[in-house]
T-cell receptor, first 111, second 115 residues
Framework: KQEVTQIPAALSVPEGENLVLNCSFTDSAIYNLQWFRQDPGKGLTSLLLIQSSQREQTSGRLNASLDKSSGRSTLYIAASQPGDSATYLCAVKGSQGNLIFGKGTKLSVKP | EAQVTQNPRYLITVTGKKLTVTCSQNMNHEYMSWYRQDPGLGLRQIYYSMNVEVTDKGDVPEGYKVSRKEKRNFPLILESPSPNQTSLYFC??????????????FGEGSRLTVL
């Protein structure tokens, strides 16, 4: 059964730092992996979607990489800002249409 | 504006009283899905639908029903709610590309409390 783990569970950094969030999964037979952002009391906002055939995707200050063979993905955030404070979740789509989420990394960027 | 709309956003009910949480999307997406989010457990999939009249169980389907009679709507039905169904519920939709689920769009969530 697919399991998705995100480490660390929480992270606090000063403004301006570059940072990396990690996501690992146990079954490499995935169709895609998606990174989301969730603000308190809000729904999830899609950040980046990486298909299984891709190695990385970029959007502005965000870069997500995927290494299927090792079961890992990273989300790189450049020049972090207080507005980046949120919980970041990764989710992998398996072969049966189901989507498995990690428990998220709660990021706090201090001014 | 492209969106996924859930109603109600907040609901307090009592054990055993049937309720329905509606979900509607205006993006003509084939794929729709329901999740619940609980502290320490993260987001877990309840049911999903790949198209009209096609539904499948996710990881935690017990106590829930769904239907997909129209492409835009995917209601979640709790026939006899119990306190362990107190949770934050999210609906999501996505277009299918070559049969694969693409980028997911989420609703704002429905916070349900069962007394």
């Amino acid at each position: 059964k697919q399991e998705v783990t995100q480490i660390p569970a929480a992270l606090s950094v000063p403004e301006g730092e570059n940072l990396v969030l990690n996501c690992s999964f146990t079954d490499s037979a995935i169709y895609n992996l998606q990174w989301f952002r969730q603000d308190p009391g809000k729904g999830l906002t899609s950040l980046l979607l990486i298909q299984s055939s891709q190695r990385e995707q970029t959007s502005g200050r965000l870069n997500a990489s995927l290494d299927k063979s090792s079961g890992r993905s990273t989300l790189y955030i450049a020049a972090s800002q207080p507005g980046d404070s949120a919980t970041y979740l990764c989710a992998v789509k398996g072969s049966q249409g189901n989507l498995i989420f990690g428990k998220g990394t709660k990021l706090s960027v201090k001014p | 504006e492209a969106q996924v709309t859930q109603n109600p956003r907040y609901l307090i009910t009592v054990t055993g009283k049937k309720l329905t949480v509606t979900c509607s999307q205006n993006m003509n997406h084939e794929y729709m899905s329901w999740y619940r989010q609980d502290p320490g457990l993260g987001l877990r999939q309840i049911y999903y639908s790949m198209n009209v009249e096609v539904t499948d169980k996710g990881d935690v389907p017990e106590g829930y029903k769904v239907s997909r009679k129209e492409k835009r709507n995917f209601p979640l039905i709790l026939e006899s709610p119990s306190p362990n169904q107190t949770s934050l519920y999210f609906c999501a939709s996505s277009a299918l590309a070559s049969g694969y689920v693409g980028e997911l769009f989420f609703g704002e969530g429905s916070r349900l409390t069962v007394l």
